[in-house]
Structures are given as C-alpha cells and as structure tokens.
C-alpha cells in the first residue's frame, strides 16, 4: 500500500493535534496510543478522564503520551461554549445551552478544531454518521468557495492480482445522495484536491456516466456533462473528462479508441460517481469483489479537518483515518497560507 504508507510518512514528518470523542471505545484507544507511539499525530481524547483512564486501563493501554481533554475540567470551557453560542445564537440557541451542548465530547472535539486548539477531528465508532456529519458542519463550517460537504474513500489496490495499481479516490459514495450539476462540480473539485494531498499526484478526473462522450442521449448524461463544464469553468488547468464510462476512465488503450481527445488518457486516479447509489454499489464492488482496501467514508469541503469512522471500524481502520486527517491538515493549513499571501 505504497500510498498509504506515503500518508503515514507524512504524518509523522509532521504531526498534528487530532482530537477524537470516542476515547472509552477499546478501538480507539488502540488506535490514539498507536498514533502517539509512532509519532503521526498528537493525540487528543475528548471526555471524562475518569472513564477514559478506566477503560485504557482494561485494555493494558497506556496514555502516558495523549492529552485528556475533559470538558468538566479544563479552563478552555468558557471560551468554548462563547464560541459554540457566537456559532449558534442565530438559531436560537441560548448561553446556557451552549454551555451544556459545548460539555459534549463530539461538540467539544470539534469546538476544538474550530478553536485553533487542534487541527482535525476523527469521529464516528460510536456516533452516527449523521450526528458527526452535522456537527461538524455547524461547528467548523464549509471550505471557502465550497457550499457542500461531501465524502470520499480512498480506495487501495495493492495487491499482486490487480492490473490498476495504486490509490483512487471515490466520490461521493457515503453522503449526497443525488446531487445536481453544481453540487456534483463541487464533489469533483474537493475529491480533485483530496487526490493532491493524499494521493500526492495531480489529479485526473473522470466523471463517471453510462455514457462515453455522449455516445447516450439522457437527463442524467446531461448532468454529468453540465457538472464537468462548470469544473473546467473553475480549474481550466485541471485534466478531466465529461461523460466517461468505467473502462474509458482507467483502460489507456480503450479511452485511446472512445476519447482520442481526453487529457485523462484512461489513467484516472479521481472516479466522481453520479449519485450515491452508484458510488456506493462501486466502493463495496472494488472492495469486495476487486479486493481493494476501502479507507472512509472520509469527509471533504470542511474548513478544517474532520472525518467519520464506521461503528465497524477496526483499530487499524482508526489509525490510518487519523493519518489521514494529520495530512488533510497539512494540506488546510498550506491552502489558507497560500490564500492569505495570494
């Protein structure tokens, strides 16, 4: 797995403050002692340290080198529930709500990253993905010149058996069920940079149809179509195709034959699928029948860093999710400098 091991290289080159809010889950206590021992990150478990240190101690973990951070104790408190009510007032929510809403181990993690206290957040074995998805939205807010959160999975093939090798990007395939034209630009162009800090490759993008180069006439061709024109309208430099079946996208010799014009050339390392039920069908395919290794559902188009665990996550699934969100922050944190002095 040449690109994940590229990723963890990363991280521990240069590791970030990553919070996490399930630390009495065995999985992710396995996990944050791992990444602290190893140098990819600087570890942050949000929660009463009472029942994290009773937990790390039936598990023989040790936590000599992670931060507790429990919202019953810290000085941090205030600042936090003023940042959390600043965010929320508008819809009603009052000073004393925030306070209590702000002692939340999932709000506080992510009350962090807003914070500047730490710079990403890994959630989700626990909670639900709609209760991290959400507040991670309310709290940290969407990337500038970005309006949708969506996810992706980093998809592995590494094996000797498979023809493609290497690491892909799939998206979206866990949140946006059925995005129109804009929306799905937007998918593109976040995954598109998702390729560029974890894949460290340019990204080539195909946008995934039933259709090559409108050789089919239909709505849901025209809004690949439309999408694509909107991304090259944004990021002209940016190779991409427009309406591309599967085999065009990743067989050179056939995309040779179907698009002699394509920048891609059959070499996609970014597959956008049109909606989530093809996304989905297409990870779990490539995973279960393709024998790829499935990292995610990991969340793009936030402002700062902060990704979804699935509740059937393993220890290493948490570990290399927090590597990932060690190197997304690097990459957040080149994007702003790059703003500010643009």
């Known amino acids: 797995m040449k690109a994940l091991h590229r990723i963890i290289e990363q991280a521990r080159a240069t590791p970030r403050r990553i919070a996490l809010s399930e630390g009495k889950d065995a999985r992710v206590l396995t996990a944050a002692a791992r990444a602290a021992r190893e ?53 009603g929510m009052s000073r004393e709500q925030a306070t209590a809403a702000a002692a939340d181990p999932l709000v506080c993690a992510n009350l962090l990253v807003a914070a500047g206290m730490v710079d990403g957040t890994v959630n989700g074995a626990v909670h639900t993905t709609a209760d991290v998805v959400r507040t991670a939205i309310q709290i940290i807010g969407t ?56 894949l460290m490759e340019e990204p080539r993008v195909a946008m995934l149809s039933f259709s090559t180069s409108r050789s089919a006439r239909h709505a849901a061709v025209d809004k690949v179509v439309e999408a694509s024109r909107l991304v090259k309208a944004q990021r002209p430099s940016l190779a991409i195709d427009e309406d591309v079946q599967l085999d065009a996208a990743i067989v050179a010799e056939i995309a040779n034959r179907k698009l002699p014009e394509s920048k891609v050339k059959g070499t996609a390392n970014v597959l956008i699928f049109p909606n989530l039920e093809a996304g989905n069908i297409g990870y779990k395919l490539a995973e279960r029948v393709g024998g790829a290794v499935a990292i995610g559902p990991l969340l793009q188009g936030l402002a700062r860093p902060a990704n979804d665990l699935s509740r059937g996550c393993s220890a290493d699934d948490v570990f290399h999710v927090i590597a990932v969100t060690v190197v997304q922050s690097l990459a957040a944190t080149a994007d702003g400098a790059a703003q500010r002095h643009g």
């Open 39 to 91: 140098g990819i990150a600087q570890v942050t478990l949000v929660g009463s340290r009472s029942e994290i240190e009773a937990a790390a101690a039936r598990e023989g973990i040790e936590l000599d080198r992670i931060d507790i951070f429990d919202p019953a104790t810290r000085a941090a408190m205030p600042r936090l529930a003023q940042l959390l009510h600043d965010l929320r007032r508008h819809k």
């Open 143 to 198: 990337e500038p010149g970005f309006k949708l959160v969506s996810s992706f999975f980093l998809m592995m093939l590494c094996e000797p058996f498979h023809s493609l090798k290497g690491g892909l990007i799939f998206s979206d395939c866990g949140l946006v069920v059925n995005p129109d034209a804009i929306e799905l630009s937007e998918i593109a162009m976040a995954a598109s940079d998702s390729a560029r800090s974890l």
